[in-house]
């Protein structure tokens, strides 16, 4: 029998729109097609000026993500705040439900040191959980 995951009675998460999780210095947003074309229609700019101006193709695959500040903030993090936040990418959509951070309580944890809505907010059920994760598998 598999040992039950350590969310089975689901998780409190809120996101209070601080920024945080849009600072990566070591990380990438990896945008698809579809994204790039809502992204680009919620800036009112075509595809074309979209992709030359904020994806860069990911080093370490044949994905493409946004571009980052010098800073490692996400280029569209703007005084603090997503200023694509409606349509924002599948990845930031799903955090801080992302497979490393649901490992263990322990990691659900670390998360919450650097994420002020970690345990707060609504209760977000063990199903709702696995459908984010199964979403993400998804290409």
């Not at 990380?27 to 074309?48: D, F, R």
């Not at 924002?88 to 490393?100: A, G, K, L």
Request: hydrophobic share 30%; charged share 25%; aromatic share 10%.
């Amino acid at each position: 029998m598999a040992k039950p995951k350590f969310y089975q009675n689901g998780l409190r998460f809120e996101c209070t729109e601080c920024g945080k999780c849009c600072r990566h210095a070591d990380g990438y947003v990896q945008v698809s097609p579809e994204e790039a074309a809502q992204i680009a229609a919620s800036l009112e700019i075509t595809e074309n000026k979209f992709l030359q101006s904020y994806i860069e193709p990911s080093p370490d695959s044949e994905a493409f993500h946004l571009k980052s500040l010098d800073n490692g903030d996400c280029i569209f993090l703007v005084e603090g705040q997503c200023c694509i936040y409606q349509a924002r990418p599948r990845q930031c959509r799903t955090f801080p439900f992302w497979p490393e951070n649901v490992k263990s309580a322990y990691r659900w944890k670390l998360t919450g040191q650097d994420c002020p809505g970690i345990n707060r907010g609504r209760l977000w059920t063990v199903e709702e959980i696995e459908a984010i994760l199964k979403s993400m598998k998804a290409p």
